[in-house]
């Protein structure tokens, strides 16, 4: 994959929607009708469904509502042009996904109970109409041109209506004629929020954002009594739409657009490799089949050969809400056995709301260290040359390599891989956490923005939490892929090297590298740095750190952005515990004494903050020629401006936070961990 085709996040060279498409923002006010002028109304009461990220109509409380209460429904989904901008955090292929899902949102709507209305547009342009087979531009001759036309074909009959430009306007459009808009509540970025404030402002009263997730809004403190809360969401009934009880017109406009339009519009061309349909019927048939799996699923999640098969294959569908979370822990607690396999991946499902609900709470994870005490970690000490090496798998460390070169080839990592290499990146290469991040954000299939960040941040240490992991590559290699098969796969130059040797390639003899024609240093780069070195650098920095960020946990405004399950009770007991610099007969505390372990052979992988994707630490020992602090490299500009936006997110980490799988399905989890975490009251 070249670096052009992988359209990289610092590289993007998509243009802005002006220089594309000019004003070309549809429907036009005149291509909408009022609720009192469509066929069979008669009081006028009209809905405008708008679907972000909540793509189905089966438990969709906001669809549910518009059905039972109006007399017509209009279900929309904008395609927002700043999506398609350099600023987007999306490779093309989860892009695609996104297509297929709306265009797959087309069929079931085409196909739903209802009495139908479709209106022709008369003044929306011709530029985002559906091309044909015959049609040229950029994207023709592709090789994924016959995926575009199966997966992102039209409905037979009318079904949703699909708009271009600013949500904003199109939304506005709608109310100036007489419609109110419901849409379903979701955690959202900086931009979701900055969009959604904008709808607010314009639509005022018109809009509703209906909380039907199951996550806790508009409380002071939402953690208060929050498990209960999540396990009654659960088990309750789902918001079904009652079709056949109502006598509600379904408004479609046709705009012209489609989402193979806005595909070939933008020269989405994904180079991926095994990525998932993203259609309902795919969806719902990997959860039949899942089902079937559950049993093995304990055994299957930690080795990365063992976890692309094993694990469930749900997030990417739950991160665009194809299925609902409630949809899927209903569905596996009535068809699969009792089983180990079943608790741990429903546990998961609630880990997913509950790493949601902390962006709820906070925004700000995208962008900001939830503690204040890190703020601006590690960068003063980036370096682009490891960043580089991390991201394209040439670091020396060949489960990392592996991992990351998965990752950008194919859009998936089982969790372990994702948190031993966010770990790696900010504990041991000591680079600003929002950098990985973003990585993972962009080359994820199914990143999820309140998982992927806040798992980041916790496994970066940037909460103040009296628990760390850091995970040891070598170590990861011995356990999980001894006889190399994962390694060689995707690091094939070290398929010659004898697999006693994967785990420190740089150790092989010379005289067996020349037998193997394979020379670390040439075939093969040496490590970028030394672990062992690295490590000892992060615990000296983080425990300097330690106390004053338990302190800081006290502080009401810092325990809310933390958003523990325990609410401020489990903040404020984190810090009468930890944030002091003395123990109670006024000797020093030891980084021992807070000590829970950690991965074996690794010097001790300690703790001082929660779990998740990196870790990152803050200045003082010297660690090698490229981050000393006589070689700092300047800062890229906008640290973390970019966050999560504007494109949806991924991730968990260890110990005190759940050990897995954040997106609720896809990802692994750590066995020594997973056993004793069946409740959502063990995060903290």
């Known amino acids: 994959m070249s670096d052009e085709s992988d359209r990289e996040i610092e590289d993007a060279t998509v243009g802005t929607v002006a220089d594309v498409l000019g004003d070309t923002t549809r429907p036009h006010p005149s291509d909408i009708p009022a609720p009192a002028d469509l066929d069979g109304v008669e009081s006028g009461t009209g809905y405008v469904v708008?679907?972000?990220?909540?793509?189905?109509?089966?438990?969709?409380?906001?669809?549910?509502?518009?059905?039972?209460?109006?007399?017509?429904?209009?279900?929309?989904?904008?395609?927002?042009?700043?999506?398609?901008?350099?600023?987007?955090?999306?490779?093309?292929?989860?892009?695609?996904?996104?297509?297929?899902?709306?265009?797959?949102?087309?069929?079931?709507?085409?196909?739903?109970?209802?009495?139908?209305?479709?209106?022709?547009?008369?003044?929306?342009?011709?530029?985002?109409?559906?091309?044909?087979?015959?049609?040229?531009?950029?994207?023709?001759?592709?090789?994924?041109?016959?995926?575009?036309?199966?997966?992102?074909?039209?409905?037979?009959?009318?079904?949703?209506?699909?708009?271009?430009?600013?949500?904003?306007?199109?939304?506005?459009?709608?109310?100036?004629?007489?419609?109110?808009?419901?849409?379903?509540?979701?955690?959202?970025?900086?931009?979701?929020?900055?969009?959604?404030?904008?709808?607010?402002?314009?639509?005022?009263?018109?809009?509703?954002?209906?909380?039907?997730?199951?996550?806790?809004?508009?409380?002071?403190?939402?953690?208060?009594?929050?498990?209960s809360h999540v396990e009654d969401w659960l088990t309750?009934?789902?918001?079904?739409?009652?079709?056949?009880?109502?006598?509600?017109?379904?408004?479609?406009?046709?705009?012209?657009?489609?989402?193979?339009?806005?595909?070939?519009?933008?020269?989405?061309?994904?180079?991926?490799?095994?990525?998932?349909?993203?259609?309902?019927?795919?969806?719902?048939?990997?959860?039949?089949?899942?089902?079937?799996?559950?049993?093995?699923?304990?055994?299957?999640?930690?080795?990365?050969?063992?976890?692309?098969?094993?694990?469930?294959?749900?997030?990417?569908?739950?991160?665009?809400?194809?299925?609902?979370?409630?949809?899927?822990?209903?569905?596996?607690?009535?068809?699969?056995?009792?089983?180990?396999?079943?608790?741990?991946?429903?546990?998961?499902?609630?880990?997913?709301?509950?790493?949601?609900?902390?962006?709820?709470?906070?925004?700000?994870?995208?962008?900001?260290?939830?503690?204040p005490v890190f703020e601006g970690r590690n960068e003063d000490r980036h370096d682009p040359e490891l960043v580089a090496a991390w991201k394209n798998g040439e670091t020396g460390f060949p489960m990392v390599d592996a991992a990351m070169r998965c990752l950008r080839r194919t859009g998936w990592l089982n969790f372990r891989m994702r948190a031993m290499c966010a770990s790696f990146f900010t504990h041991i290469l000591h680079q600003p956490w929002w950098i990985g991040a973003d990585w993972y954000h962009h080359h994820l299939i199914d990143s999820d923005v309140g998982v992927n960040y806040t798992q980041w941040q916790s496994q970066a240490g940037l909460i103040g939490k009296p628990s760390q992991r850091v995970y040891n590559p070598r170590k990861q290699v011995r356990d999980h892929d001894a006889d190399g098969v994962w390694i060689t796969r995707w690091v094939p130059e070290l398929q010659p090297l004898p697999s006693q040797f994967l785990a420190r390639p740089e150790r092989t003899p010379l005289a067996i590298q020349q037998e193997c024609g394979v020379t670390i240093g040439a075939d093969y780069p040496s490590p970028v740095v030394d672990f062992e070195t690295r490590r000892q650098a992060f615990w000296t920095r983080h425990e300097r750190r330690r106390s004053d960020a338990a302190r800081e946990l006290r502080r009401p405004e810092i325990a809310k952005r933390a958003s523990f399950s325990g609410g401020y009770e489990a903040a404020q007991a984190i810090a009468d515990e930890y944030g002091r610099d003395e123990a109670e007969d006024g000797t020093q505390l030891s980084l021992g004494e807070i000590d829970d372990g950690g991965d074996e052979d690794t010097g001790g992988d300690r703790s001082v903050t929660g779990q998740g994707d990196a870790d990152a630490a803050d200045a003082a020992v010297a660690e090698g020629p490229s981050t000393s602090d006589d070689t700092q490299s300047p800062m890229p500009t906008g640290v973390g401006a970019s966050a999560g936006e504007p494109a949806p997110d991924d991730e968990t980490a260890v110990p005190d936070d759940p050990a897995d799988d954040g997106s609720g399905a896809d990802h692994d989890g750590d066995d020594d961990a997973s056993d004793a975490q069946t409740s959502i009251q063990r995060f903290e």
């Open 50 to 227: 708008w679907h972000r990220k909540h793509l189905r109509l089966a438990d969709h409380r906001a669809l549910s509502r518009a059905v039972a209460e109006g007399d017509a429904v209009c279900p929309l989904f904008v395609f927002d042009p700043a999506f398609y901008s350099s600023d987007g955090l999306a490779c093309d292929a989860r892009i695609r996904f996104l297509h297929e899902a709306v265009a797959s949102l087309n069929r079931l709507y085409a196909a739903a109970p209802k009495r139908s209305v479709l209106r022709t547009t008369t003044q929306s342009a011709a530029g985002l109409a559906e091309p044909t087979p015959a049609e040229s531009g950029p994207s023709a001759g592709k090789t994924d041109a016959g995926r575009r036309e199966a997966s992102l074909g039209r409905a037979d009959g009318s079904g949703l209506t699909v708009g271009f430009g600013d949500p904003v306007d199109i939304l506005s459009r709608f109310v100036d004629r007489g419609w109110s808009v419901l849409t379903m509540a979701t955690p959202t970025s900086r931009y979701g929020q900055r969009r959604d404030e904008r709808v607010r402002a314009a639509c005022g009263n018109a809009v509703t954002f209906v909380s039907g997730d199951g996550l806790v809004r508009d409380r002071e403190w939402p953690r208060a009594d929050w498990q």
């Open 236 to 371: 309750a009934s789902q918001h079904t739409p009652a079709w056949d009880d109502h006598d509600t017109a379904r408004l479609s406009i046709e705009t012209g657009v489609t989402p193979a339009a806005v595909d070939e519009k933008f020269d989405i061309a994904p180079v991926k490799t095994r990525v998932p349909s993203g259609t309902h019927r795919a969806a719902t048939r990997r959860l039949r089949e899942f089902v079937d799996q559950v049993p093995a699923y304990p055994t299957n999640i930690s080795a990365p050969q063992d976890a692309r098969e094993g694990t469930s294959g749900l997030s990417p569908y739950l991160n665009f809400g194809l299925l609902s979370v409630r949809q899927v822990y209903q569905h596996v607690l009535d068809n699969a056995p009792s089983c180990r396999g079943r608790g741990m991946f429903t546990d998961r499902l609630v880990w997913n709301m509950h790493y949601n609900q902390k962006l709820s709470d906070w925004p700000g994870w995208t962008e900001r260290a939830v503690n």
